[in-house]
């Protein structure tokens, strides 16, 4: 059974910094890009990051870009976002999901989500 | 601002059909496959329709998704209950390099 744990959420103040984790099992996750997507209290889903499966190609939403690190390591079987200088509007939750289309945001298995809440 | 455009709300009453617009540009469905995600509240979204039309497995016919030009929907037939839900629509965006998702759309059944 295919499952992804996420980890790290918590209570940050603005300009601090957070690591989530993403721990996977159930697939061979070297073989899959994966990709971290959040959701703010009450509003829709947006895209925030993918890897490829190697680590090769990395992609971010403008709206993290410089602030935020998508890495994996295939021997834990694991995904991190490390999070730098963030803002209010970081807020979110933040779900890693496994995508079955390099460069297709065809997500086809979700973690349960982190909470991150940025705030004085 | 989302990227892809949806409804804000839609409705229906069970046993209806129900139809669901994703609108977007060049660089994003008109260049790349479309994928439809549902999330029942309180709950992470789940890969309702792949590729444009295709539905993975242990997704009920009922429903479908179409493509054409740069515009996507999703329709729901025989409407029930438990299909109440916020329905999101995602797509590459070869532009911005990314992933980009609709606004979403809140169904009620009525």
């Known amino acids: 059974e295919v499952q992804l744990v996420e980890s790290g959420g918590g209570l940050v103040k603005p300009g601090g910094s957070l690591r989530l984790s993403c721990a996977a099992s159930?697939?061979?996750?070297?073989?899959?890009?994966m990709n971290w997507v959040r959701q703010a209290p009450g509003k829709g889903l947006e895209w925030v990051s993918s890897?490829?499966?190697?680590?090769?190609?990395?992609y971010y939403a403008d709206s993290v870009k410089g602030r935020f690190t998508i890495s994996r390591d295939n021997a834990k079987n694991s995904l991190y976002l490390q999070m730098n200088s963030l803002r209010a509007e970081d807020t979110a939750v933040y779900y890693c999901?496994?995508?079955?289309?390099?460069?297709?945001?065809?997500?086809?298995?979700w973690g349960q989500g982190t909470l991150v809440t940025v705030s004085s | 601002q989302s990227v892809l455009t949806q409804p804000p709300s839609a409705s229906g009453t069970p046993g209806q059909r129900v139809t669901i617009s994703c609108s977007g540009s060049s660089s994003n469905i008109g260049s790349n496959t479309v994928n439809w995600y549902q999330q029942l509240p309180g709950t992470a979204p789940k890969l309702l329709i792949y590729s444009n039309n295709q539905r993975p497995s242990g997704v009920p016919d009922r429903f479908s998704g179409s493509k054409s030009g740069t515009s996507a929907s999703l329709a729901i037939s025989g409407l029930q209950s438990e299909d109440e839900a916020d329905y999101y629509c995602?797509?590459?965006?070869?532009?911005?390099?990314?992933?980009?998702f609709g606004g979403g759309t809140k169904l009620t059944v009525l």
């Open positions: 995602a797509a590459w965006d070869d532009s911005l390099n990314g992933g980009v």
């Open positions: 159930g697939f061979t996750f070297s073989s899959y890009s």
């Open positions: 890897i490829s499966s190697s680590s090769s190609y990395i």
């Open positions: 999901a496994r995508d079955a289309k390099v460069r297709g945001v065809r997500l086809d298995y």
